[in-house]
């Protein structure tokens, strides 16, 4: 599990690079939960949060920028 603290540090391009890992994970982890293979079932629920926490950090990433402008 990642830190907020941690997002925030990272520039806009690892966020996004970041973001697409953990969609990745995220359906792998469908898929065996599909075909019964899942064995933790709680990193699903870590990954639906990580992927929060960074679109959140995006969104005030990108607040932050529109008023600098």
């Known amino acids: 599990m990642t830190k ?3 997002i925030r540090t990272k520039t806009a391009d690892e966020l996004s ?8 994970e995220q359906f792998n982890l469908r ?3 599909a ?6 079932t709680a990193r699903v ?3 639906r949060r990580d992927i929060a ?4 950090v995006q969104v005030q990433k990108a607040a932050v920028a529109a008023q600098a402008k």
């Open 4 to 6: 907020a603290s941690d």
């Open 17 to 24: 690079d970041e973001l697409l890992k953990l969609k990745k």
């Open 31 to 33: 898929f065996q939960k």
């Open 35 to 40: 075909t019964g293979q899942l064995e933790n």
């Open 45 to 47: 629920r870590q990954i």
């Open 53 to 56: 926490r960074i679109k959140t």
